[in-house]
C-alpha cells in the first residue's frame, strides 16, 4: 500500500518537472508579482518617510501670530 502512494507521488513529481522543461518561462508570472510587490512595498515605504518628514517640517513653521 505504502509503495503505491510513494509511486504515486513520484509520478506526479516526475510529470511536473517534465512539464516544467517543457514550458520554463511558466513560472515567470510569479516572479513578476513578487518582484512588484516587493517594489510597491518600497515605494510605500519611502513614501511614508518623506511624508513624515513634510508633515515634521511644517509643523515647525511659526506663523508669528
Given at each position: 500500500m505504502m509503495?503505491?502512494?510513494l509511486n504515486l507521488l513520484f509520478g506526479t513529481v516526475r510529470a511536473r518537472i517534465d512539464e516544467l522543461r517543457?514550458?520554463?518561462d511558466a513560472g515567470y508570472t510569479t516572479e513578476t508579482v513578487v518582484v512588484t510587490a516587493v517594489l510597491i512595498a518600497a515605494a510605500l515605504v519611502v513614501v511614508g518617510i518623506l511624508v513624515a518628514k513634510a508633515v515634521s517640517k511644517a509643523n515647525e513653521i511659526n506663523?508669528?501670530?
Open positions: 509503495w503505491t502512494y517543457r514550458h520554463p506663523l508669528g501670530m
